[in-house]
């Protein structure tokens, strides 16, 4: 196992290295990477920590394979951590359980730089700390887990349900072993990050909680396979031989969860993925919700299963990883216009040749002020020419940062060219201009469009446009202390901002 191990890590780590490099930047990464290029203390749909990351990476170089660092040696440096965890225990079986871990699919295809890949990292280093803190009782090691977890609330707000499970491993001990005095020693640590990000928001609409709670999910409503497809994504990003292992040996399981870390390990997967549980009712849940959690999962493994089991996950984990790994290659050796008769043809082209694509629009500039009508072109653009493009028009509620990068009172008067992949309504338009064009070119099959607005009415738009976007994402929670909001303060400095 310890060769096995040491195999898959420069196998998987060199896999990745090639993929990052040849998978063309998201649309979501682009809007982290615009992040870094403008670094503050918190960004509008989410806390700021991969941003900052992205800053510093941003001080090397552009290349997609430098920026998606962090998440190519991610699984690497988890697996790392587990093993040093659990090897004086059982060293085969920390290799095992390691092993398996770096070889889950997810973990050898996921090149993609986002809010997880911290809160993955930070949750997990926090985990083990306060494993470790249990055993000693050390408060040093408790104060360690709550900082670690406060970098994780600096990464994305799942953070609150690791801490979740941290109370209730402590509710779950008897009355005289509670570790009431350590639980709270983590959670002081944690306090301190959870204030900045609330200073921040106060500063700044409540950005993060209008997002979270109430602009994302406007359209949560009953769906009967949302459970299903929660279901499927439990299968697949933890391991059904394993999980199948735990149901048919549950009597020898529950005698080993009198183990207190083996109880901590498990409730620190099982009670953040139970609260998805009624979540996915009413919403789909995103795979990306379980990575931080799914490295618990393993651990239970490590403490719960025996060497011969974690084997036999170990087996269909590679030999699933395998099909992924011929899928991708595969993939990357047809001709992109094999795509072309399906309506992603358009995005597929706008990301593969996005410079070609960017090299049209040269002779427009320094005429005309560069947009887009909707915030991923807009910052796959962005990143992909070192020019901001902003957006214009209503977009949706993700990825409103550039509602605080952009201040539509500087461009009244002058001439806005959008950037569409789709045809434009001429009504979405010629109210805001003196005189508007439109053109369309063609790229490798695949149409796009410019919207060529001469003169642009910051007047009208502002009360035809922005003021329908106040009213609509920027209506503050009436319980919340009222403070600064960019948005109500630049474009409406004589209207009080909305209340909900």
């Not at 509710?171 to 005289?176: E, F, I, R, S, V």
């Amino acid at each position: 196992m310890r060769t096995a191990f040491y195999v898959a890590l420069a196998l998987t780590l060199a896999f990745k290295f090639w993929l990052a490099q040849a998978l063309p930047m998201t649309g979501d990464e682009a809007e982290f990477v615009m992040w870094g290029a403008y670094p503050d203390f918190g960004y509008f749909d989410h806390a700021p920590m991969v941003g900052w990351i992205l800053a510093l990476l941003l001080q090397l170089s552009r290349s997609e394979w430098v920026l998606r660092l962090p998440v190519i040696v991610l699984p690497a440096l988890v697996a790392l951590a587990m093993l040093q965890y659990l090897r004086p225990a059982d060293e085969s079986k920390a290799y095992a359980a390691a092993l398996a871990f770096l070889l889950l699919p997810v973990n050898v295809w996921n090149v993609l730089i986002t809010t997880d890949t911290p809160l993955v990292l930070f949750s997990v280093l926090s985990a083990l700390c306060f494993a470790a803190a249990l055993r000693r009782e050390s408060q040093m090691l408790y104060a360690a887990s709550g900082a670690l977890l406060g970098l994780a609330f600096l990464s994305k707000y799942f953070a609150v349900l690791l801490g979740l499970a941290y109370l209730a491993f402590v509710l779950t001990q008897l009355a005289g072993r509670r570790s009431w005095r350590g639980l709270a020693t983590a959670f002081a640590g944690v306090l301190p990050f959870a204030a900045l990000n609330a200073w921040w928001n106060y500063n700044h609409c409540w950005a993060n909680l209008l997002f979270n709670v109430y602009n994302r999910n406007d359209d949560a409503g009953w769906l009967p396979q949302n459970p299903l497809l929660y279901a499927l994504s439990i299968l697949y990003m933890l391991c059904p031989v394993a999980l199948y292992q735990f149901w048919r040996g549950r009597a020898a399981v529950r005698q080993r969860l009198a183990e207190p870390r083996a109880l901590f390990f498990v409730l620190a997967w099982v009670v953040p993925l139970g609260v998805f549980v009624p979540l996915s009712l009413t919403k789909q849940i995103g795979l990306h919700w379980l990575l931080s959690f799914v490295p618990m999962f393993f651990m239970s493994m490590a403490l719960l299963l025996t060497a011969a089991q974690l084997k036999k996950s170990v087996v269909y984990l590679l030999a699933f990883s395998l099909i992924h790994v011929a899928a991708i290659v595969g993939a990357s050796l047809l001709p992109m216009e094999l795509w072309k008769s399906t309506r992603l043809y358009d995005g597929i082209v706008f990301h593969v040749k996005i410079a070609e694509l960017l090299q049209r629009l040269e002779p427009y500039a320094g005429k005309y002020e560069f947009a887009a009508d909707g915030f991923s072109p807009a910052e796959t653009a962005s990143y992909a020419s070192g020019r901001y493009y902003f957006v214009f028009g209503t977009a949706s509620s993700h990825g409103r940062q550039d509602d605080i990068q952009t201040d539509f009172r500087t461009l009244a008067g002058k001439n806005i060219l959008v950037l569409r992949k789709n045809p434009p309504n001429p009504a979405d338009y010629t109210p805001y201009f003196a005189r508007v064009e439109f053109r369309q070119f063609e790229l490798y099959g695949a149409n796009y469009y410019l919207v060529l607005g001469e003169a642009f009415d910051y007047p009208r738009y502002r009360q035809e446009v922005l003021r329908p976007l106040r009213d609509r994402y920027y209506r503050i929670p009436s319980y919340l202390p009222m403070g600064h909001c960019f948005f109500c303060e630049r474009y409406f400095p004589d209207e009080p901002c909305p209340t909900r």
